[in-house]
T-cell receptor
């Protein structure tokens, strides 16, 4: 089983739609969780950290469910500029290593 | 603004060549990482370093070595490049606090070994 698993997509959604991505992780002792965004042929950039209580940043909402070991990202009112690959990232417990999912590709259509 | 800079965006090297990929960060971060990214496989950790002259193998260290002589610089070395090392290489840095501390990435080096 992969340490961090994501549905690769692609998710093709119309502008204005709401879309949700899930990610599961295998190490129950993992401490930190992130969503990164990666545009085509560019480096990953932090979209948002994921906190235990859930957190929101504008149109983006991240949730963490420790009991079920999954993380979610909800994007409301999708924009064309949201088209990218979204990477789920888990920081391995007790180390400084970041474990990446393979990413979920989103395409927002006009 | 944190900046992680990789020396080349694109490189083409021949099989058997020794290849150096350089990475410099300007935020005094203790941790530095080298990943490779391949379609369908995502980012895989090659090596990381948590201090000068300190290094630890990641998940796929075979065929690679690293050097960290100065805090701001982390080099990845392909001792004898092979075609299966054709990939996107990404360097990253972070502070040594795993509690919701993000990793900052360089722009990537797309290496082609022919």
């Amino acid at each position: 089983r992969k340490e961090v698993e994501q549905d690769p997509g692609p998710f093709n959604v119309p502008e204005g739609a709401t879309v949700a991505f899930n990610c599961t992780y295998s190490n129950s002792a993992s401490q930190s969780f992130f969503w990164y965004r990666q545009d085509c042929r560019k480096e990953p950039k932090l979209l948002m950290s994921v906190y235990s209580s859930g957190n929101e940043d504008g149109r983006f909402t991240a949730q963490l469910n420790r009991a079920s070991q999954y993380i979610s990202l909800l994007i409301r009112d999708s924009k064309l500029s949201d088209s990218a690959t979204y990477l789920c990232v888990v920081n391995e417990s007790g180390t400084y290593k970041y474990i990446f999912g393979t990413g979920t590709r989103l395409k927002v259509l006009a | 603004d944190v900046k992680v800079t990789q020396s080349s965006r694109y490189l083409v090297k021949r099989t058997g060549e020794k290849v150096f990929l350089e990475c410099v960060q300007d935020m005094d971060h203790e941790n530095m990482f080298w990943y490779r990214q391949d379609p369908g496989l995502g980012l895989r950790l090659i090596y990381f370093s948590y201090d000068v002259k300190m290094k630890e193998k990641g998940d796929i260290p075979e065929g690679y070595s690293v050097s960290r002589e100065k805090k701001e610089r982390f080099s990845l070395i392909l001792e004898s490049a092979s075609t299966n090392q054709t990939s996107m290489y990404l360097c990253a840095s972070s502070v040594p606090d795993y509690r919701n501390t993000e990793a900052f990435f360089g722009q990537g080096t797309r290496l082609t070994v022919v």
